[in-house]
């Protein structure tokens, strides 16, 4: 019989409705499925060994004629089988625990092999509950005398059944869907498919396994690159809806009226988007700097860019906190130059708030249509709230138009160099590396529970004295966007507490499910100083920019990423004076403790989102993921380097599709078969 990848797993022998409902449960459907179930481990069962000197603890293969079986009962009245084997000259004793139907198994003189681990029972060396198997002419041994492989069960499937039937898949004549040609396969160091799946379900040595698992992964990296090099695609093709003939002299009036020196961070990245937006390409670019390096200024230049040419911009934030304060500080950049910003949210939603130069909004924004309107210019910010998916999401709503606009898509909390790659296929990024003048390090303390009420008798202090400001972070509840009434509610509980604990402050609170008008209002008092103490809610946070905050609190820290506590506390620190971060936290376990010290010494982002998603995942980092960044099942986002080759055979077959035809024709049939 002749299968194809594609074939549904009920071709196999034995695989019946029942089995075929406990298969999807794992994840398998078809016959690529189950062969891409794989092995989570080996037992080491290669060696062959005489009954004589056995130690304790070894795992050994032992081949042996039955000689005796009987069912016993222990003195705590526990049934166990005890199976007498003779090998050569010697005999051994196996034990087994509760598995009365062995008896209908062993029948004296036949021979087995059995794998498994000794151990002591009474006074003697015997094999514990081994894995066994019948000796049969011409058949080699499956479950026994070799490196067998352990699979992934679930309820009524075990690995002894997937072995088997993965064996009796190879009895048939598979066509493995290799794409790739034996040159690429040397020149990429990379083995064929067919042998890959071989070497991981048969390996004869560890290194198969690696082998395998290596050319598997390349197989799951290239398939993501690819798909979104296909997207990607689309949007290259397009055209910008303007191509800009940004003036020298007119950006030279909008750099003097700036308020402070520009970095030269600042204006190398300025520079770029410039020359980007005066391009016949779309710009897609992402402007990636630590929390407080100053992006919006970059924002802004590039807005100020599209207004001198007579065309509006649209800027997005993750959160309306967030949309009011560019739409102020975007307000009295542009107020000498005439340019009218306004807001757009959901909750206002005016139509005349659209005519504005610069329209400011949360992503609410996004679903309206951008393609209306007379815009060169889309920058998104905190992009990492935003997930992957957002711009194809832009790619979608202008999906009937030729042109798209250009879009700067900005980021603190930077994306790992391994996702960025994989789905930013040729993104252009333009790094931030220095941060404005004279600012400190923020001091970042781990309070223990008995030192909390002294942490806030120094708060206080240091408020009263110094005349600045703080916030206390809330517990986190749920990682979510949408504020849940959980949410709300403990932040209520956490100002009431704050309340209390500082009588004579001015303490303020900050929501998500706060009226438009009163959030405004309490940011608007925040930063003309009438609020010492801001209670906020974990998602509200994102790039608020408050230069006389220097204190931030963070409560259930240890909840937190590493990279997001980063972005909190990146809240302070945002002027010449010192700021502190005091980090509460209700685990007393050893690797929470140790997350934290990690960020008390380190004060990169970049390192941190790294070390974050070595430690717990991408998923985690990002907080949702719905987000767009899949689990992966066989590599990991730390293969930079399968990562790397991916993405560079992705832009081989872009540049000569002719030669690579087989590469997109197996991809189209995945597509058809899949689908
Ligand atoms: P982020 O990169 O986190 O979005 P912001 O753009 O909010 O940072 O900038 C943080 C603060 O630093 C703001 O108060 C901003 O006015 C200030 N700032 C930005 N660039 C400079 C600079 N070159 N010199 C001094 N202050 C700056
Ligand atoms: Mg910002």
């Known amino acids: 019989m002749k299968l194809y990848m594609s074939d549904p797993i009920s071709r196999l022998p034995l695989v019946g409705p029942v089995y075929q409902k406990r298969l999807k449960r794992l994840g398998i459907r078809t016959v690529e499925d189950i062969l891409l179930h794989l092995p989570h ?49 010697s005999r051994f004793k196996i034990v087994w625990f509760n598995q009365p139907f062995l008896s209908r198994t062993f029948k004296k003189d036949e021979e087995f092999y059995f794998s498994g681990k000794t151990g002591w029972f009474g006074r003697e060396i015997v094999l514990m509950s081994p894995d066994y198997e019948k000796i049969e002419k011409g058949k080699p041994p499956i479950h026994t005398l070799r490196l067998v492989p352990i699979y992934p069960e679930t309820r009524g499937i075990s690995s002894k059944w997937l072995r088997r039937r993965i064996f009796d898949l190879y009895s048939n004549e598979v066509e493995f869907t290799e794409y790739l040609e034996g040159e690429d396969l040397s020149r990429m160091k990379l083995i064929a498919r067919e042998s890959a799946f071989k070497k991981i379900h048969y390996p004869k040595e560890f290194d198969d396994v690696y082998e395998g698992r290596k050319r598997l992964a390349f197989d799951e990296i290239l398939t993501l690159v690819f798909e979104n090099r296909q997207r990607e695609g689309e949007w290259i093709r397009k055209k910008p809806n303007f191509s800009l003939s940004i003036k020298d002299d007119e950006m030279k009036k909008f750099f003097d009226s700036i308020p402070f020196k520009l970095t030269a961070s600042q204006i190398k990245s300025i520079n770029e988007i410039l020359k980007d937006m005066r391009s016949e390409l779309p710009m897609n670019r992402l402007l990636q700097g630590d929390v407080g390096s100053g992006k919006t200024i970059v924002a802004a230049a590039s807005c100020f860019a599209s207004f001198s040419c007579g065309y509006q911009s649209v800027v997005m934030a993750p959160t309306l906190a967030l949309a009011q304060q560019h739409y102020e500080t975007l307000g009295n950049l542009f107020k000498p130059f005439g340019a009218k910003v306004s807001i757009f949210t959901s909750f206002s939603g005016k139509k005349k708030d659209i005519d504005a130069d610069i329209i400011v909004g949360t992503h609410a924004l996004l679903y309206k249509s951008i393609s209306q309107l ?94 600045v400001q703080a916030f206390v972070v809330c517990p986190l509840i749920e990682e979510s966007e949408i504020t849940s009434m959980s949410e709300v509610k403990s932040a209520k509980n956490e100002y009431e507490k704050i309340k209390k604990i500082f009588p004579d402050l001015r303490i303020g609170l900050l929501h998500g499910r706060l009226k438009s008008g009163e959030r405004e209002d309490v940011i608007d008092k925040l930063r ?45 620190g945002r002027s010449v ?91 189209d049939n995945k597509k058809i078969a899949f689908n």
């Open 577 to 667: 004076k010192q700021s502190y971060c005091l980090l509460f936290s209700e685990s007393k376990g050893e690797r929470a403790r140790k997350r934290l010290e990690i960020l008390r010494e380190n004060h990169s982002g970049f390192e941190l989102s790294e070390m974050d998603l070595r430690m717990r995942g991408p998923g985690e980092i990002f907080g949702i993921k719905q987000h767009g960044i899949p689990e992966l099942k066989i590599a990991s986002w730390s293969d930079i380097d399968i990562i790397k080759q991916a993405k560079k055979f992705v832009q081989e077959i872009y540049s000569d599709k002719n030669k690579y035809k087989r590469v997109f024709e197996y991809y």
């Open 528 to 572: 003309r100083g009438e609020i010492d103490i801001l209670v906020s809610t974990p998602v509200v946070e994102v790039g608020i920019d408050i230069p006389n905050a220097t204190i931030i609190v963070v409560e259930t820290a240890d909840r937190f990423g590493l990279a997001q506590l980063h972005q909190l506390r990146g809240r302070v």
């Open 374 to 467: 007379n815009v060169a210019l889309v920058v998104i910010d905190e992009q990492h709230r935003f997930g992957v998916k957002q711009r194809a999401e832009i790619s979608e709503i202008t999906k009937h138009e030729d042109c798209v606009p250009h879009v700067l898509t900005m980021t603190a909390t930077p994306i790992p160099r391994s996702i960025a790659l994989t789905f930013y296929g040729d993104l252009d990024v333009s790094f931030m590396k220095d941060m404005p003048m004279g600012r400190k390090k923020i001091k970042t303390w781990i309070v223990p529970e008995e030192k909390r009420t002294a942490a806030y008798e120094w708060i206080s202090n240091e408020i009263k004295r110094n005349k």
């Open 41 to 89: 481990r080996y037992e080491d069962y290669r060696h062959e060994k005489s009954a004589s000197y056995l130690k304790e603890g070894e795992s050994v293969t032992i081949r042996g004629k039955v000689e005796t079986f009987r069912n016993q009962y222990t003195k705590s009245n526990k049934k166990i089988q005890l199976l007498v084997v003779k090998n050569k000259k």
